[in-house]
């Protein structure tokens, strides 16, 4: 668009300015012809008339007197006339443009014509008269062609600049518009979006390669920031769940505490103050003060127990023993409550039956089953234990007691520390309700199954032990 508005601006004055040179040109070469005598005479005519129209001009060259010597095609009789009427006639449309000792060039408008020249009048070496003439109009008449032909040329160029440009810049700016959606999709947390290089690599792909990098980055520290944050999380419910068994537990330790002290404490407040006089009621009184110490004892120590298997901190020994001969000796010692209670005991398919695990928890499942049976018996006040070979060395121990089956909404809870399902019975046979979650930390840390089940006649609590290596089974139990 500049160089069209150049071109219609100047290009008349510079094509005048080129042809006044081409004038100049001619001048001198036919100077140069009329020093070296190659000017005049027919054998030289063909190459001057070639020579002037090759620069588009007319040309006359005369002697003194006026005869012709060399002419362009142009009539020689209308040059002629305009040689003596630039010659003689000098009048005002006569603007002279360079003057010189040899030739004078000028502009004039000649009578009986509508358009300028410009004319080139002077003497050759030899004295004859050179004329030159080429017309202004037939110049600005090219002038304004060319001017056209750029004009046209721009507006072409205007259309394919902006074609090409829609491709280029497209090309330029859709990877730009690609990686402003990427950042816009990581500022939303959404690492998945990443930049593909295009097939000729430049500095855009170098950005889109940093900002993937840069979103990997962020991702993995996102990741890490919510790792740590779930971490965190889950360590505050730990340690308020903690706190809570803690002020849970220090409840439920003072709750049970609290009666047998508060009885041992009246009982012997009696007996120091000889409320009873006679033998058989003090006896009564220190039996009460001895049974309320072994109650306090036993929960104490299974508090122990407990919070060592919790903690871990119980070091398993693991050996091979007859489980009926330890199953028999916990009957034993319960001889007495069986015979008060008036409980039907039975062993069911009794046989030697040798275990691998730790004895001493082992004894505290064993224990701890019984207790609970004796202690939720009624009915027919029948307790039987079983035994139930399983699959791939495994013996599964049943202690059946005939009580009210476990509500639904209870077994679920019945292995939690101090949850007593029935807690005026508890009370009455000295539970705990901690033996149970023993069971359940015993198991738990020798790695085997365990489990309750209410049954039409009552409920069965069972575990499972590995049987020792070279066991026999019997087929028939």
């Given at each position: 668009m500049v160089v069209s508005i150049l071109s219609s601006c100047f290009l008349g004055d510079y094509y005048i300015f080129e042809k006044r040179k081409d004038m100049k040109y001619i001048y001198s070469n036919l100077s140069e012809r009329c020093d070296s005598h190659k000017l005049y005479g027919s054998d030289y005519s063909e190459e001057l008339v070639a020579l002037f129209d090759n620069y588009s001009v007319s040309c006359l060259i005369t002697e003194a007197d006026g005869e012709p010597l060399v002419s362009s095609n142009t009539d020689s009789a209308v040059l002629l006339h305009q040689?003596?009427?630039?010659?003689?006639?000098?009048?005002?449309?006569?603007?002279?443009?360079?003057?010189?000792?040899?030739?004078?060039?000028?502009?004039?408008?000649?009578?009986?014509?509508?358009?300028?020249?410009?004319?080139?009048?002077?003497?050759?070496?030899?004295?004859?008269?050179?004329?030159?003439?080429?017309?202004?109009?037939?110049?600005?008449?090219?002038?304004?062609?060319?001017?056209?032909?750029?004009?046209?040329?721009?507006?072409?160029?205007?259309?394919?600049?902006?074609?090409?440009?829609?491709?280029?810049?497209?090309?330029?700016?859709?990877?730009?518009?690609?990686?402003?959606?990427?950042?816009?999709?990581?500022?939303?947390?959404?690492?998945?979006?990443?930049?593909?290089?295009?097939?000729?690599?430049?500095?855009?792909?170098?950005?889109?390669?940093?900002?993937?990098?840069?979103?990997?980055?962020?991702?993995?520290?996102?990741?890490q920031l919510r790792a740590a944050n779930e971490s965190l999380k889950h360590d505050l419910e730990v340690?308020?769940?903690?706190?809570?068994?803690?002020?849970?537990?220090?409840?439920?330790?003072?709750?049970?505490?609290?009666?047998?002290?508060?009885?041992?404490?009246?009982?012997?407040?009696?007996?120091?103050?000889g409320i009873m006089d006679d033998e058989n009621s003090r006896q009564i009184y220190l039996d009460i003060i001895i049974d309320e110490a072994n109650k306090m004892n036993r929960l104490v120590r299974e508090m122990l127990i407990l919070n060592q298997l919790e903690a871990g901190q119980m070091n398993m020994d693991m050996v091979d023993f007859n489980v009926t001969d330890m199953i028999d000796g916990v009957v034993d010692s319960n001889q007495i409550n069986f015979e008060a209670q008036n409980i039907t005991y039975s062993f069911i398919n009794k046989e030697e039956c040798i275990v691998h695990a730790d004895e001493f928890l082992v004894e505290q499942v064993i224990t701890n089953f019984v207790s609970n049976a004796i202690h939720y018996v009624m009915n027919e006040n029948i307790i039987t234990v079983r035994y139930d070979f399983v699959k791939k060395g495994k013996v599964r121990i049943s202690v059946f007691n005939s009580g009210n089956n476990i509500a639904k909404k209870d077994i679920k809870h019945i292995w939690e520390k101090f949850y007593k399902a029935d807690k005026a019975r508890s009370r009455e046979y000295g539970g705990s309700g901690i033996g149970l979650s023993v069971v359940k930390a015993t198991m738990d840390l020798m790695h085997e199954k365990f489990g309750v089940e209410n049954l039409p006649n009552g409920v069965e609590f069972w575990c499972e032990l590995p049987l020792a290596k070279d066991t026999k089974i019997n087929k028939n139990s």
């Open positions: 040689l003596n009427y630039a010659m003689f006639s000098k009048d005002e449309s006569v603007k002279v443009i360079n003057s010189t000792e040899e030739y004078e060039l000028f502009t004039q408008r000649f009578p009986g014509s509508k358009d300028d020249y410009l004319l080139l009048l002077g003497l050759l070496p030899d004295g004859n008269v050179i004329f030159m003439r080429a017309n202004l109009a037939a110049m600005e008449h090219v002038s304004s062609i060319t001017n056209k032909f750029f004009l046209h040329m721009v507006i072409l160029a205007l259309f394919v600049t902006a074609l090409f440009s829609h491709f280029a810049i497209d090309r330029f700016t859709k990877p730009l518009f690609n990686i402003i959606d990427i950042t816009k999709r990581i500022s939303n947390f959404d690492f998945e979006a990443h930049y593909k290089p295009q097939k000729v690599y430049n500095e855009m792909d170098d950005l889109g390669e940093h900002i993937n990098e840069m979103s990997t980055t962020l991702k993995r520290a996102i990741t340690k308020e769940e903690t706190e809570n068994m803690r002020k849970e537990f220090v409840s439920n330790v003072s709750h049970e505490l609290k009666t047998p002290i508060a009885l041992i404490q009246g009982y012997a407040e009696g007996l120091q103050e």
